[in-house]
């Protein structure tokens, strides 16, 4: 439906759809870049930066078991362990490992379980993942291209997140969708992309979850991130990442895996972020966060500017053509894209945002 500078998609079938083929999901292609990204920090005005609060979650669990994915090497580059300072051809420092402890139950716990896998269908019925987080008790935020087919106007369907995902486990049960939102100009190709559909301003979607048996909704137990905008978190143009997702060159999308890396913004490339990560494809969608994990108690010292913990700032929109490149970038924040998103999920079902 349109509503203007926003669309949206509310799924009929209440969850009732056949479930997507779990064990053979593809992962969604990560839209790829060609060329020399601008590293200098852009000067656009993003507006007054903003925040809005996340929280923690009692916690709770309703576990349940997905198949496990086929092998699918597709990059040939599932090998580990990877160093820190690791870096591509781009010279972007990062480091990717594993978030998830093996013995124990990271993807249960706060902040990480308030990630998760996203599976859905294209119009041919085949599975895609994506990656996905919370931002509401019952608003999940992921990229665009996860939701929609960008200047087709056409969406996919049968969407389903589930969040703390860890080797066919899910320990916090399978969400479904009732509606989506995007911008209308990532829908008809309006938006003002440096590379079509590639690189793009508004590379950001909201879904709102259909509650669960009881009339709640998984955020109660997951907890949900906090999400800034406007520049929130940044710094002449520069931020601290730790981005979150499922990509399958890294045991197969089977784990969870977390990036940290310096974020700068892209002047010439839709202001979006760019950074040096080894994630890939199903990694799109996935959270990127300023101040992850559990803040510690200070003593004798005081908190820099923008402490906020678990602040998402942007999702994975897109990779480099070359896999030497290591290098990826997410749409920035704004009022016109997840502030709008945001508020229109929430009048649409304000129960979500509760």
Not at 96 to 119: C, E, I, M, V, W
Not at 134 to 149: D, E, F, Q, Y
């Amino acid at each position: 439906m349109n509503h203007g500078e926003l669309t949206s998609f509310t799924d009929q079938s209440n969850g009732n759809e056949v479930l997507p083929d779990f064990v053979n999901a593809r992962p969604m292609p990560l839209p790829l870049a060609a060329g020399p990204i601008d590293m200098v920090p852009s000067l656009q005005d993003l507006g007054t930066p903003g925040s809005s609060a996340g929280a923690v979650g009692n916690g709770e669990t309703n576990p349940i078991t997905l198949p496990l994915p086929t092998i699918n090497d597709q990059d040939g580059d599932m090998e580990g362990p990877y160093a820190p300072d690791e870096y591509g051809t781009a010279h972007l420092p990062f480091s990717t490992a594993r978030a998830d402890l093996l013995t124990l139950a990271t993807n249960t716990q706060y902040p990480y379980r308030a990630s998760g896998k996203l599976y859905f269908q294209k119009p041919d019925n085949n599975t895609y993942v994506c990656s996905a987080s919370m931002i509401k008790r019952g608003l999940v935020v992921t990229a665009a291209h996860c939701v929609a087919n960008y200047g087709q106007s056409t969406y996919y369907h049968n969407w389903h997140f589930f969040p703390g995902y860890r080797n066919g486990a899910a320990p916090f049960g399978n969400q479904t969708v009732y509606q989506v939102w995007i911008k209308t100009a990532y829908y008809n190709g309006t938006d003002n992309c440096a590379q079509f559909g590639i690189v793009c301003p508004d590379d950001v979607a909201v879904l709102i979850l259909n509650p669960q048996s009881g009339g709640g909704y998984v955020g109660t137990q997951t907890g949900w991130y906090a999400y800034g905008w406007g520049g929130f978190g940044f710094y002449n143009g520069l931020t601290h990442v730790t981005q979150i997702g499922y990509p399958l060159c890294l045991d197969n999308g089977t784990l969870m895996e977390r990036n940290d890396s310096q974020g700068s913004v892209s002047a010439s490339d839709s202001s979006n972020t760019v950074i040096g990560s080894l994630m890939c494809g199903g990694s799109s969608g996935g959270p990127w966060l300023n101040n992850f994990g559990i803040r510690p108690t200070l003593t004798g010292t005081g908190n820099g500017t923008a402490p906020n913990p678990n602040v998402v700032v942007g999702v994975t929109s897109w990779g480099s053509i070359s896999t030497a490149v290591k290098r990826q970038g997410a749409s920035p924040f704004t009022t016109n894209n997840i502030v709008s998103l945001v508020n229109s999920a929430c009048n649409s079902r304000p129960a979500a945002c509760q």
